[in-house]
């Protein structure tokens, strides 16, 4: 994986408010990278991010992560159903990447 891109994404995710969701395509989009890349970043590097705050385009996440996520998403007032974020939650691309625009610092070109 690239680490450029990796840092990128993670950086991006970080950057989605409280009560908000964004879909991986979403982030990929801001993130110059498919919807598929992001997944494969969350899945090996998220852990460490607000990773609960990133599901798919209908607003699911994994079975294994669902339970967390829902208290995650309970204590931040996500608007949620039992299975998945609902669409009200959702941020468009066009606000995260306005965030990333105002707050994001991308990764120099090589990190150390």
């Known amino acids: 994986m690239d680490d450029i891109v990796v840092e990128r994404v993670l950086r991006i995710v970080e950057l989605v408010p409280a009560g908000r ?3 991986y ?6 993130a110059d990278c498919t919807p598929r890349y992001v997944g494969r970043v969350m899945k090996e590097f998220g852990s460490n991010v607000t990773w609960w705050r990133v ?3 209908a607003g699911r996440l ?9 208290e995650k998403w309970a204590d931040e ?18 606000a995260l990447d306005a965030l990333w625009s105002a707050h994001g610092t991308d990764p120099d070109e090589r990190l150390d």
């Open 21 to 23: 969701v964004v879909s």
């Open 25 to 30: 395509g979403t982030v990929g989009i801001v």
């Open 55 to 57: 599901v798919n385009a």
């Open 62 to 70: 994994p079975a294994e992560l669902l339970g967390r996520a829902r």
């Open 77 to 94: 007032g996500t608007a949620h159903s039992r299975d998945k974020a609902l669409t009200s939650a959702f941020l468009t691309p066009e």
